[in-house]
């Protein structure tokens, strides 16, 4: 048995899974995005008792912060924990296991094949619960939804990797009506196996994701080329990073960026009035504040291989930098070095922990 | 003598085979261009990329990160670590439209004093054609 299927929709069964998973006391806890239906204010809910699950909200097309940034302080578990979870936050949760900053241990990961979510600006519009029917029903049938973030609509790994359960939502027509709840590890199969429902062999029809995948290629290239800079040397980087007024925000909301002490909001990049004259006997004129720009480039070189492309860097600019874009571009590049497929393997070593003795003989 | 631009590269020398075989270099009284402005580090892998891009984006004309062979480090596998990280920059550099030639990497032992005198000649050279750095003058940057 790798299937449950259930008579309901997929949000609904997925709420399902969660009351049993509580009442059975399979786990002790359950993270899950919520909406209070008074407010329509989202937030991430960690729930011990089932009548919480009431405000759940688990697919709702909404990303207030990464999941698996907030993971981490609840890890390791002491005791078992279900987490629902993006496909994308489920990644940058390995990523932050790898850097010791979480365990998986006793944590089971829920995850279902996403349709991308909106920006925090259209969430937070009062008419925005209106959105969701339509939003689950052009997801199921395997459109891209127009209005989602930028870096959503080019993912290609909506379908989570090495989630121990998995629901399928994006592009299955079925999941409008009906809950297919994959089990994927021992672990989901321990915990999950004794829900009711239909249960059968089924996995996921490769055939129908890899063609959504495909659509998502074309979107993803179509936004790269849109990016400047495209070859236009530091011109295009200032074009595209100059708006920056250095609030580091992204950096803050990002889940791979963990350094407690960034080296950019460090003494070291602190600088006194003698830096300023030498600075500006060359130039004539200086911008401030200093080292935006360098912030940008910087935080690629420490992380850009381990980018999930969540697109909260995005969400949060105050002056609207297509930060995610910029660095889901420059990211696939810095990965590509190494063949290396952020959150894709918890047991793959970081590309800057590891080395090969005959590798790069063209750069020295 | 020549008169015109003379770039100035940030060289960071690994001071266990770079930085010595520089320093050979000007005991054997090679002559290699006062563009270079070197600086000790303990080991290439000690340097951050992000030291090698302010350097570049405070208008260094060239910046030559230099250690020793791969296989001969000092501290065993610290230039492997500076290769890939010096990989990531460079990939960063080249998917931005950066001159990503304004970094090089180089590796120069200490008995290499002629390689490092013809490293530094060379890059000199082709930076001279490059012409400065643009983020020399870039008020807004």
């Not at chain 1, 321990?190 to 829900?195: I, K």
């Not at chain 1, 239909?198 to 074309?218: C, G, H, N, Y």
């Not at chain 2, 770039?7 to 085979?17: E, F, G, M, S």
């Not at chain 2, 480090?73 to 304004?102: M, P, Q, W």
């Amino acid at each position: 048995m790798s299937s449950i299927n259930l008579d309901m929709s997929a949000p609904d069964g997925i709420i399902a899974l969660l009351k049993y998973l509580l009442s059975s006391g399979k786990v002790s806890a359950v993270l899950v995005p919520r909406r209070n239906p008074d407010t329509g204010a989202y937030d991430i809910g960690l729930i011990a008792d089932e009548a919480g699950l009431d405000s759940a909200a688990p697919v709702d097309p909404v990303m207030l912060a990464n999941t698996g940034q907030i993971l981490s302080s609840l890890t390791p578990a002491k005791r078992s924990l279900a987490v629902v979870l993006k496909p994308c936050e489920l990644r940058a949760f390995v990523e932050r296991v790898k850097r010791e900053q979480g365990s998986l241990e006793n944590v089971l990961t829920i995850s279902y094949t996403c349709g991308g979510v909106f920006p925090l600006e259209k969430v937070i519009e009062e008419s925005f619960a209106d959105v969701i029917p339509n939003y689950l029903k052009r997801v199921a049938s395997g459109e891209i939804v127009d209005g989602t973030r930028d870096t959503c609509r080019a993912c290609e790994h909506f379908v989570p990797m090495n989630a121990d359960v998995t629901i399928s939502i994006a592009a299955d027509a079925g999941s409008i009506a009906g809950c297919r709840i994959y089990l994927n590890t021992d672990r989901a199969r321990e915990l999950v196996g004794g829900l009711e429902g239909k249960q059968s062999d089924d996995e996921i029809d490769p055939a129908v994701t890899l063609k959504l995948a495909a659509k998502r290629k074309v979107e993803k290239e179509k936004l790269f080329n849109s990016l400047a800079p495209t070859g236009d040397g530091l011109d295009g980087v200032i074009e595209v990073f100059g708006k920056c007024v250095g609030c580091h925000g992204c950096g803050r909301v990002c889940p791979i960026c963990y350094c407690l002490l960034c080296d950019f909001e460090s003494r070291s990049f602190d600088y006194d009035l003698p830096y300023f004259e030498k600075e500006l006997s060359g130039k004539g004129a200086l911008r401030l504040p200093p080292d935006t720009i360098f912030f940008h480039l910087g935080r690629m070189t420490h992380m850009s291989f381990s980018c999930v492309g969540c697109g909260l860097c995005s969400d949060v600019c105050p002056v609207g930098i297509p930060v995610a874009s910029m660095f889901k571009k420059v990211g696939e590049h810095t990965a590509a070095l190494f063949d290396y497929v952020a959150g894709r393997d918890v047991e793959e070593k970081l590309p800057v922990m590891v080395y090969k003795e005959e590798e790069f003989s063209e750069l020295g | 003598m020549d008169k015109g631009f003379t770039p100035r590269i940030t060289a960071l020398l690994c001071q266990w085979c770079s930085y010595t075989g520089a320093d050979l270099a000007g005991t054997s009284r090679l002559q290699y261009p006062t563009s270079i402005i070197a600086m000790k580090v303990m080991c290439s892998s000690r340097v951050d990329p992000v030291l090698l891009l302010k350097a570049y984006l405070s208008g260094s004309g060239g910046v030559l990160l230099a250690g020793c062979h791969p296989g001969d480090c000092h501290y065993e596998v610290g230039n492997y670590h500076t290769r890939r990280r010096f990989a990531i920059l460079k990939a960063i550099f080249d998917t931005l439209g950066l001159e990503s030639a304004r970094l090089k990497l180089s590796w120069i032992s200490a008995s290499e004093g002629p390689k490092f005198a013809q490293v530094a000649n060379e890059y000199t050279d082709e930076i001279k054609k490059m012409g400065e750095n643009p983020s020399k003058k870039k008020m807004f940057l």
